[in-house]
């Protein structure tokens, strides 16, 4: 199957600081991806969908300048939590479909601890 | 609203077959998965069927499609410690060309 690589799997920052998250299609091209947030012991909740070349669809609820969504290429987008607070902390994941499939795969995920 | 449901705790012994159940209500559903997600991880396919199918084998792993019941199980087979994990079923809306994900069922092997 296609492989979604998402980088840092960890990440521990203090309240106020910017954190990038970012997600790879590694052996495919994808115009279209998706962001994930994961509370414990919860399903996910799409926060929005990232489209390469134009703004990103965000979720009713979802800040947009909060969570900063670029997708510049047809192999990466990336999430920007800004002004990080402890009410972020969470586990993100991206995922992607490959152009022309039905099936989308999903990264390893992003844990964020924000103190 | 389109809506995936799932029962959230499944325990069995190892050796013995698991089942798993996902109702939804998308009638345009075109495909419909199953992932797993260990502790800790993203999520990975375990299979998905399309939606004119009724049935789809792959070794240990049958899912079984009852579309006009909007009903969908997964059947483990010879179930081991390491399927130990939460199963999502979710399928693809055809409505929004998204995936509506399940609130996951835990699965627990015990020795």
């Known amino acids: 199957g296609a492989v979604v690589s998402q980088h840092p799997s960890r990440v521990i920052c203090k309240s106020g600081t910017s954190v990038k998250i970012e997600c790879r299609s590694l052996d495919f091209q994808a115009t279209t991806m998706f962001w994930y947030r994961q509370f414990p012991k919860q399903s996910l909740m799409l926060m929005a969908t990232s489209n390469e070349g134009s703004k990103a669809t965000y979720e009713q609820g979802v800040e947009k300048d909060k969570f900063l969504i670029n997708h510049a290429s047809l192999t990466l987008s990336t999430l920007t939590v800004t002004s990080a607070h402890p009410e972020d902390s969470s586990f993100y994941i991206c995922s992607a479909f490959p152009t022309g499939q039905n099936i989308q795969y999903f990264g390893a995920g992003t844990r964020l601890s924000v103190l | ?111």
């Open chain 2, 1 to 111: 609203g389109e809506d995936v449901e799932q029962s959230l705790f499944l325990s069995v012994r190892e050796g013995d077959s698991s089942v798993i159940n996902c109702t939804y209500t998308d009638s345009s559903s075109t495909y419909l998965y199953w992932y797993k997600q260990e502790p800790g991880a993203g999520l990975q396919l375990l299979t998905y069927i399309f939606s004119n199918m009724d049935m789809k084998q792959d070794q240990r792993l049958t899912v079984l499609l009852n579309k006009k019941d909007k009903h969908l199980s997964l059947r483990i087979a010879d179930t081991q410690t390491g399927d130990s994990a939460i199963y999502f079923c979710a399928e693809y809306s055809g409505n929004t060309g998204k995936l509506i994900f399940g609130q996951g069922t835990t699965l627990q092997v015990k020795p």
